[in-house]
């Protein structure tokens, strides 16, 4: 019997990293998104080019 670490493997498939991976990919894009169209509402006009990171 080898040396445990504590840490449980799971066995998954190609499809189901290629689904999480895409999951994840989109959420991304929606949040980045969803930031850049607040912004303006929560960062005073003078302020906004530096908010932007200009």
Same mark, same amino acid.
């Given at each position: 019997?080898?040396?445990? +670490?504590?840490? $449980? /493997?799971?066995?998954i ?6 689904? +999480? ?6 959420? +991304? $894009? $929606?949040?980045?998104?969803? /930031?850049? /169209?607040?912004?303006?509402?929560? $960062? ?6 530096? /908010?932007?990171?200009?």
């Amino acid at each position: 019997m080898g040396s445990r +670490t504590g840490l $449980v /493997a799971v066995e998954i498939g190609i499809p189901a990293l290629a689904a +999480t991976a895409f999951g994840l990919g989109a959420c +991304t $894009v $929606v949040f980045a998104n969803a /930031a850049q /169209a607040a912004l303006p509402d929560i $960062v005073a006009k003078p302020l906004l080019h530096k /908010a932007n990171g200009h």
